[in-house]
DNA sequence: ACCTCACATAACATTGCGCTTATATACGTA
DNA sequence: TACGTATATAAGCGCAATGTTATGTGAGGT
């Protein structure tokens, strides 16, 4: 699985959002998707992993995740090209509305 | 669909790039992926209208497809919060490098 | 040694996506 | 009107993703 289909997933971005407030434990992350079993926020993880975009260090019996730096930033330098698309269309919008 | 998925797939992907070049019929974007089938683009490019990536115009019997411009700009909305992660990140490694 | 807690993996069912072939729609032209 | 061209939709199939329950693994505690 790539970047892409990693974070097309809701319930993945929800876990990356909680880890971009700070690290957690597995069962941290399981207890705040309640509509989920352990298992699958475990699966999950697992794919959160193998996609670059979370690390695990181990703590006991504990594993604590946290987010990778440098993983979304594969969907930042896809998208960089094409910014430029609605910003011109800002651009020329606000030129239209101060035009009137 | 949402957004997310919509640019999960590789084939939409390329026709999100083929598109910003320029505007391009159908029948262009049919033929710049030889190994999808003319229904299996129109699907393709179905999803990408309703989340809202392009717009048709018809223009007799053609369609000519062009990207919108404030398509993408929900995934960079979503991103812009976790841009600093990645920049914290690089600021602090150059650092480093230069302290060398 | 035994049990419990935290987490991962296995096995399996269900669902949804993406593909194909076949068909419909709609415009253009003779 | 009749026919070809351009595109969309329908029907059906295979597969991969997501969920579940059941089980494995390994660290702590008594």
Redesign the interface.
């Known amino acids: 699985m790539d970047v892409?289909?990693a974070?097309?997933e809701p319930n993945r971005?929800h876990l990356?959002s909680l880890l971009?407030e700070r690290e957690r434990t597995a069962g941290e992350l399981v207890d705040s998707l309640p509509t989920l079993t352990q298992p699958a926020v475990s699966r999950h993880l697992r794919i959160l992993r193998e996609t670059g975009l979370v690390e695990v260090r181990p703590d006991g019996q504990r594993r604590i995740y946290a987010?990778k730096?440098?993983g979304?930033?594969r969907?930042?330098d896809?998208?960089t090209?094409?910014?430029r698309?609605?910003r011109?269309?800002?651009a020329a919008l606000e030129k239209h509305l101060e035009s009137e």
Chains 1, 2 share one sequence.
């Open positions: 892409f289909e974070v097309a971005r990356i971009a987010l730096p440098d979304l930033q969907i930042d896809w998208i090209p094409y910014r698309f609605w011109d269309h800002l």
